[in-house]
């Protein structure tokens, strides 16, 4: 009869590989994550890939359409718009990771103190997130990209500040519903401090969803930066961001729309492979969510 | 035991499987039992052994990839497996009805008791408002809920867990149903809640003269409450029998383990328990011949290829699957 | 019941509170001077001081606060450093033009996503269930302002049938209506894929619960169980997410009123934060704020209406 150690750690194995097959078996997760892949493939190979210079203007060659040498043509400073896109990616890639980054360390550190310490410091930290909620996020992040001035550095603060609550909301919940449990006294009886416990248990329990909300914010996140470069209040040229390129081809839409239409999918290829992947960990790990909270140290 | 009484539901070998085209995993097999009026029939089995399922199935009511494969459902002439979804629904609730394990779950939380059975009540019948709300709360009554006539306009969530139940009960008879399915209705509840909710369905079957299906996992429900009993194991019945002789003469090794797990108040201090040796099958995975030869006792050699189907015993009433029935004694 | 409109009021108060204090520090979160960023690189030494004697930035922070909530409470958010005219008189005025179109907007999108969701689940795993989902799934990715271009340049260049400029001058209802369609569409279908997607989820969920397996049991017509008995269950969800919408929207409203070049809520702000109206931009903002609180406030109210657990707590 084998041991119970080596039972567990049977058991794990097999939970890993029932795990991994969930996530192989989905196939929108699988699209999506491929997708992504190739994005940041792209962005990465950036230099190497785009044609020219994104930056490079030519007074001669202004607003050309689509040809061998321009395939998606240029823009109205003679820029080649498919290797502004392709150095667009990087932009897009960068908020979207220090997003995800800033909202998840931020996030669940504050939501995990709020909902595991409870008392007053929840509350506190409750009113004052509600408050940030309370303000739709592509607002909050452009009230705080007009005082701050556009660039590429205030756009990822001021987008991290209006998605962050999100997630600290979610976290501070499962927190919640964590704390009751007989195997936190368990852990305090043993002599845990609550720093260990927060760290150890908590937080672990508490990733899924978690995970779930901030790839889902992450896409909210490009669409901001889009938002707010279209606008002129973000990622200031001439710095390609799939948004200000957007601005860029707004005016000759007539003639050229392919500068427009061209940098829009690019957007959406990204927004669409985040919610893809959002959704997907989302059903993915909900029966697992489930099992994951019950199963314990 | 009234034995000029009407058979009410007949099922006869009723097959139901789950899948699509290409993959179809049987989950009942050939199963054969009958109810008659004012009897109470419990079935009894493991969860997973299809004893629900079989007569959600019956009723059109499984989820949407399982469907009857084989075999008739007879009730007052018709087969319910060949009537369209129209016919089928017009004699849920009105022929035949079935209450549901968890009150709390089966009452709708965002409506009153009272919405609830006129919903019921006028799908099938012309009533007016009033008029369905005046036998609403009758029924609440009838059910021994007390001061009907407020309680009607309570949510469920302001009912305790035995008030629900009989709600639930009160809904379930609101058409007088003739054949009245209980899946596991004490579950739920404490033990002192169950025997009045039990007494009730005894009580409502003699006034009525319907038919009382109980299906249940407790052993002692059964040989309290029960006239016949069927025993499901693995999606196909191996024994049926009136309660007496299925405690006194088990006929099927099954029936048989089943009994032995139950602790027994006359036997000695630290008797070990007697679980039943191996697994709960995996249905999409049955051995050929008997299910139950993995985990059987008395197994012999040609169980494993042997045709499992219900044969006479002792006596024409007490049906067994196993072969080798004369050889299957209870521990005295 | 009371208690629960007491305390929503009181969570009003204090999440106004918190609005105001918000932008207020939101202006003084300005990296240097206030005044300076406010007058330009050309301002003069002597016009910065002037302007900071005026807005009270010589104060002591606290100070500047109290002042500043005393104003707000009053009514008083500050003067328009470009049109000379009370801040809290332009927002207003530009409000309507947008309500008009955040309304329209959000009546397309439950008139679409709404029906659209419970087909959807209750067609669950179909042609027109994958086909829809994945529509949504393109409505809530591609940016809402590459939309509006998308429409302007097939329906306004194309095929012209809708004007490109978002709202009229003209005296009669119909040419503002014109006028009106293509932004409203736009915004519409864009919130309808957020509406659709949740519907069907939440309609997914409920129609997998005990209580509709009884009903189906009893013989209940399966229209009746769709349409009363399983979406009075889905309400509550799908309010919070058209509140939700509602308050995204007009976030959106910015994007959209500059993308067909249409007055309201949005431009004004844009506007006034390009021109670095400082005082436009933070009684702007705070007015937004204000209005998606309430919004989902009086939300919050209805939710007891439809769900009576939420009336016992």
Known sequence: MTTSFEQQRLDRQARRKETLRRFTGHPSLMIGTVILLLLVAVALAAPWLAPYSPTRTSLVNTLQDASWTHPLGTDQFGRDVLSRLIHGTRVSLLVAFWVVTLSLVIGTIIGGIAGFLGGWIDRGINVVNDILMAFPGFLLALAIVATQGSSLESVIIAVSIAYTPRVTAVMRSVALTIRPRPFIEASRSIGMTSTRILFRHVIPNALPPVIVVATLSAASAILAEAGLSFLGLGVRPPIPTWGNIIADGQASITTNPLISISSGLCIAAMVIALNLIGDGLRDALDPQMRRQTAKIL | ?332 | MFVHVGRTLLRLIVTGVGIVSVAFFLMRAIPGDPAAYMLGDYATKESISALRAKLGLDQPVWRQYTLFLGNAVTGNLGTSVVTGQPALQEVMASIPSSAILAISGLLIAILIGLPLGIVCAVRQGTWIDVGVMLGALAGISFPVFWMGLAAILIFSYWIPIFPALGSSNAKDILTQIHHLILPALVLGISIAAYIARLTRSAMLEVLSQDYIRVARAMGVSERRIIFKLALRNAMVPILAVIGVTFAWSFGNAILIEAVFSRPGLGSMLLKAILARDYQLVQAGVLILAFMVVLINASLDLTYTLIDPRLKAS
Request: hydrophobic share 40%; aromatic share 4%.
């Open chain 2, 1 to 332: 035991m009234s034995n000029a009484s009407k058979i009410l539901l007949d099922i006869r070998h009723l097959s139901v499987a789950v899948g699509d085209v290409q993959s179809k995993t049987p989950l009942i097999r050939d199963v054969s039992l009958h109810v008659k009026a004012r009897e109470t029939l419990a079935i009894v089995g493991e969860s997973g052994s299809g004893k629900t399922l079989s007569f959600l199935a019956a009723l059109g009511i499984a989820p949407n990839n399982v469907k009857v494969t084989a075999g008739e459902v007879l009730f007052e002439g018709d087969d319910l497996t060949k009537l369209n979804p129209n016919e089928l629904r017009a004699r849920r609730g009105t022929a035949i009805s079935m209450v549901f394990q968890d009150p709390l779950s089966a009452l709708n939380p965002v409506f009153s008791i009272g919405t609830q059975i006129i919903e019921v009540l006028r799908a099938h019948l012309p009533m007016t408002h009033a008029q369905a709300r005046a036998r609403a709360i009758e029924l609440l009554e009838r059910v021994h809920i007390p001061d009907p006539h407020r309680r009607v306009d309570d949510y469920p969530h302001q009912f305790s867990g035995g008030m629900r139940q009989r709600a639930l009960i009160a809904m379930a008879i609101a058409l007088e149903p003739k054949v009245l399915i209980a899946d596991e209705p004490t579950t739920a509840l404490d033990v002192t809640v169950q025997a009045q909710v039990l007494e009730l369905l005894s009580q409502l079957r003699e006034e009525t003269g319907m038919a009382l299906v109980l299906i249940t996992h407790d052993l002692g429900l059964v040989a309290r409450h029960a006239d016949r009993v069927a025993v499901f194991y693995a999606g196909s019945v191996v024994e049926q029998a009136g309660v007496q002789d299925l405690f006194h003469e088990p006929r099927h090794p099954y029936t048989v383990s089943l009994f032995r797990t139950i602790p027994r108040l006359d036997s000695p201090a630290n008797t070990a328990l007697t679980p039943i040796v191996g697994q709960p099958p995996n249905l999409a995975q049955l051995p050929e011949g008997c299910p139950f030869a993995p985990r059987c006792y008395l197994v012999k050699p040609d169980c494993g290829s042997a045709q499992v189907k219900l044969v006479d015993t002792t006596n024409k009433e007490h049906l067994s699957a196993c072969h080798y029935w004369p050889e299957v004694h209870p521990e005295s």
